[in-house]
């Protein structure tokens, strides 16, 4: 059961990330308002996410339906990746004031999303993959 619900979420992320990207150049990449530093900044993140990621994430899928051990290992692996994810942006966001609400609006809110979640699932993405290989 729990395979299945793990499954659900990595599905779920692999949707977001894909999302995300293809919001992202068809309509944010194009807005007036978005600093070059913010441009450039998430510029940087297309490749990690939508080549490292999300491949994870599939594979992940694919391993934990067909029970098998790659599946969690991939989890963990995904999950790491989320993590640097989160954090990078964690303080990329800090320094340059992206949480202010008034400034920012709802993208401010999206951030925060962004981060939160990614700090949530990838600890669990990791340790589920860790407890199924029987790491601890």
Request: hydrophobic share 55%; charged share 10%.
């Given at each position: ?10 599905i ?7 999302g ?8 944010e990449?194009?807005n ?5 530093v ?6 940087s993140f ?14 992940a899928t694919?391993?934990?339906?067909l029970?098998?051990?790659?599946g969690y290992f991939?989890s ?15 303080a990329f966001?800090?320094?340059?004031g992206k949480?202010?609400r008034?400034?920012y609006g ?7 999303g ?7 699932f990838g600890?669990?993405f990791i ?8 790491i601890?």
């Amino acid at each position: 059961m729990i395979n299945t619900i793990i499954v659900i979420f990595q599905i779920i992320w692999v949707i977001l990330f894909v999302g995300f990207w293809s919001v992202f150049y068809f309509t944010e990449y194009k807005n007036p308002k978005m600093s070059e530093v913010e441009r450039k900044h998430e510029l940087s993140f297309p490749f990690p996410d939508l080549g490292w990621i999300v491949p994870n994430l599939i594979i992940a899928t694919i391993g934990l339906l067909l029970e098998q051990n790659y599946g969690y290992f991939f989890s963990a692996l995904a999950g790491s990746g989320m993590m640097f994810l989160g954090i990078i942006d964690l303080a990329f966001n800090i320094q340059n004031g992206k949480f202010n609400r008034e400034e920012y609006g709802f993208d401010a809110l999206v951030s925060m999303g962004v981060v939160i979640l990614t700090l949530i699932f990838g600890p669990i993405f990791i340790i589920y993959g860790a407890i199924g290989l029987n790491i601890f």
